[in-house]
């Protein structure tokens, strides 16, 4: 079992940045390590430069609070008069939070986004929202932005300009609590990263289930997406979903049961009709023609009458043999479910582990593969998942992609309230990596505040070391400690916890994790997964006179390579 144990040092506030690439023209450009000789004939060894990147600037966008689909809050047959009541009464608190490490005049802002007409609540277009400016808080900038537009739906474009001289380290977080309605759960997504292709694991349709694809343009031209659905059928592109502009600076929405075709009913024999709770099951892939946009899911679940939970459901990591789904963690009745998608042309094979403290192991009861159809989504139940956050490991013969869902209900016939939290499979750390924390989330502008318990869950398939700094209520960030993994093991703690052994002032804004690269020579240093460390913050706000599962979600760390600032060029004559 992993210790938060000796201290390593306090991090530089700008030391150790995520750097991105940008554009370079030096004539006929030789791969490193080409043979050529003088004015550029072959033969002679050249040398390679190292010439600096550009810093440019980040984006992320935070989705705003679960609303109800536009215009009737009857928008499916589980929806009634008496829900539409409970819903329109319930009160949403929300909040978001921008933060950027380091800092300077202008180096970061946050603005809500525009929804488009015909998309859901807030406004149409006939209002500009402003921009709020990043205020210095000891070692970073944070901007809050105004929760009453996130409670209507409206997601936050946050943008950051280079910090000395480097890109910046961005991150940014939101909370939304809705304690009662049709729309009762606990939303703590981390801000998204705006892609030109994004696979989205997650959501269902069926009785009582309602999925919402949400698009939003932070660039300053609009763009066009297409989107294709996976599911227990096969695939889709269904018409409804092609060429869907989106405007700069804005935001739309489309529900996902009305644009396809087949997804009403149960998710068929095997291994997904036994997964048939959580609807027919769904996976995502967006793709833009004319620059990135960012997109999640929103998902809403009914049980008749009574809310199931609602979450919105995060960008996944791209297809792959091998796959880590951080941040699992049960909470009710219901078995967790492993949902796997396969894009490819040819079946697959995939078999998967729980990644617990003590190691690596199939839950009881579980087949340890499965099957899963070309293009197309299988449900997994996990019974008898181990007490607190785990992991879940998946290795198949082709690539495939992964998310758990997990589900807060405390009886398992769905009759009284509980919550879903989805994570998806993501990629390891790859270097520096600010990690906002869910703020508290508050109704209206001065209305009652809700702060979620939250927890930071580390996983690695090898034996591995993650350097875990503070960023108190302050700016300032603490001394990192390191925190050493073995292989195939989990570690969780509670984020105050590590506030308070960090000697960090107040409630906790961000983390600031960093993996420790393997020692050459070292021993694991070569085995799989070394080093190879994946991070999710699991958040919960108890519910409120025990009034059904407590209010659930889970926000995995996005990880992935990061490029260095500078590369090597070997320039050649024309």
Known sequence: MSIFGRTAGALSAVGAVALVAGGLALGAVAAPGSQVGPEGAPGAQAAAVDVAVPASGAQLVC????????GDAAATPARGAAAAGAAAAASVASGTTGLVLGGGPGAL???????HSGGTGGTDGSDTPQAAAGAQLGDVQRVAVDGAAASTGAATGL?????DGHAP???G?????????DLRGLSAPACVRPAEQTWLVGGGTGAGR?????LADVAQTPTTVDVTVLTAQGAQQPSALQGLSVGPGEQRSVLLEGALAGTGGGTGDGAAGAAGAAGAPLAVQVRSSAGPVAAWLVETVLHGLVPGGTDVVGPAAAPSTSLVVPGVATAGSQPAVLRLANPGADPVVARFAVVGTSGASVPSGTAPATAVPAQSVVDVPLASLPAGGVALSVQADGPVLAGVRTDSAPAPDGSRPGDLAWSAAVDPLAGATLVAVPPAAKTGRSGSVTTPDVRLVLSSEGASEVDVAVVGADGRTSGARRVELPASTTTAADVDDLARAAGAQGVPIALLLTPVAPVEGAKDAGKDGAGQVVAALTSRVPA?????GDLVSVAPVAGGAQVPAA????????
């Open 63 to 70: 989705p705003g609070a679960p609303v109800l689909p536009s």
């Open 109 to 115: 802002s946050g603005r809500p986004l525009l929804q």
């Open 159 to 163: 943008s950051a300009g280079p910090v």
């Open 169 to 171: 380290l961005l991150a």
């Open 173 to 181: 977080a939101t909370a939304s609590v809705t304690t009662a309605g």
């Open 210 to 214: 309602s999925t919402r694809l949400v």
């Open 544 to 548: 409120s006179g025990g009034d059904g």
């Open 567 to 574: 590369v090597p060029v070997t320039i050649t004559s024309p």
